[in-house]
């Protein structure tokens, strides 16, 4: 029995149909493929960058920031500006270690130490170091260039002010605040709304 020209009009449509849908399946796997390689070229950025944090870190480089964290604003000030800094004597140990310092070397007045000169630019270059490499992680965590989710893990802990971490915050606002490290204060300010989401989430199930 011979096809009429409708049913060839109607083969033609269905088959017409059929390629489109196909032409979109290909378009969905290859936008799912490019998702699927995207975040996973996101994960190992970030455990790059996690190893280079780790290798970087070195112990002088954290004793520096457990005794600038402790300074007040105007301690904080005089090291940013390279100034004489009066530092507690219970960081006296620390302080020899990253300083290179000996017994005469010490000026003390009661209990503090009084940093001055080379010891002053050294403690400060430490902890600028410090900031920076935080900086340049945290900037790739704001334009979603490595995952978030794993930073957001790996570098909370330095910014939990129960336990006196702040990220160096007064050393900060003395270096220029946001201006000199905005992706910083960006994180801080997203833990903080993060942690009122979670307490009102709290209060709301009470």
């Not at 796997?29 to 780790?54: F, I, M, N, Y």
């Not at 403690?123 to 900037?139: A, K, Q, T």
Request: charge should be neutral; aromatic fraction near 8%; glycine fraction near 2%.
């Amino acid at each position: 029995m011979p096809i009429t020209l409708q049913e060839i009009s109607q083969l033609a449509t269905i088959f017409g149909s059929l390629a489109v849908i196909g032409v979109f399946i290909q378009i969905w796997l290859a936008r799912k493929q490019l998702k699927t390689d995207h975040e996973r070229s996101r994960r190992e950025k970030s455990v790059e960058l996690l190893l280079d944090w780790t290798k970087n870190l070195k112990e002088n480089t954290s004793l520096a920031r457990k005794i600038v964290e402790s300074l007040d604003d105007e301690q904080s000030r005089n090291l940013f500006n390279q100034e004489d800094v009066r530092i507690s004597k219970k960081h006296l140990k620390s302080l020899k270690k990253i300083l290179s310092l000996n017994d005469d070397d010490l000026n003390e007045e009661n209990d503090f130490i009084i940093l001055s000169g080379d010891s002053v630019s050294k403690l400060r270059w430490y902890v600028i170091s410090y900031l920076n490499m935080l900086e340049s992680i945290l900037v790739a965590w704001q334009y979603s260039i490595v995952d978030r989710e794993i930073i957001e893990h790996q570098f909370s802990y330095l910014f939990s002010p129960e336990q006196g971490h702040e990220a160096l915050k007064k050393f900060r606002i003395a270096a220029g605040g946001e201006k000199a490290f905005p992706a910083i204060e960006i994180f801080t300010n997203y833990l903080k709304e993060q942690r009122k989401k979670i307490l009102k989430e709290k209060s709301e199930i009470a």
